[in-house]
Nanobody, 114 residues
């Protein structure tokens, strides 16, 4: 299984980014998927989960700002991040299976700073 995250970068507070995670080597459509965030010096935390059927879940910290979606035809999961805050800075990973225990890729760095 291979997961490749992309789309990170430097953005000003209040800005937006769209992350992508391309998955190969498995039957993507049957799995829940998740995005996690690891801030500098802190533990990794889930920020979005989407089931195989498209049901989504978010912690209160990102609810209304982040949106997870998937395209099963492209074996890709996305994370649209709006109204970004400095505390959203860190590395974002996608996880196969919808939990932190699932396989993940190399991550993509997001820096929110003016």
């Amino acid at each position: 299984v291979q997961l490749v995250e992309s789309g990170g970068g430097l953005v000003q507070p209040g800005g937006s980014l769209r992350l992508s995670c391309a998955v190969s080597g498995t039957t993507f459509s049957i799995y829940s998927m998740a995005w996690s965030h690891q801030a500098p010096g802190k533990q990794r935390e889930l920020v979005a989960v989407i089931t195989h059927s498209g049901t989504t879940n978010y912690p209160d910290s990102v609810k209304g700002r982040f949106t997870i979606s998937r395209d099963n035809a492209k074996n890709t999961v996305y994370l649209q991040m709006n109204s970004l805050k400095p505390e959203d800075t860190g590395v974002y990973y996608c996880h196969l299976g919808g939990t932190l225990a699932g396989s993940w890729g190399q991550g993509t760095q997001v820096t929110v700073s003016s």
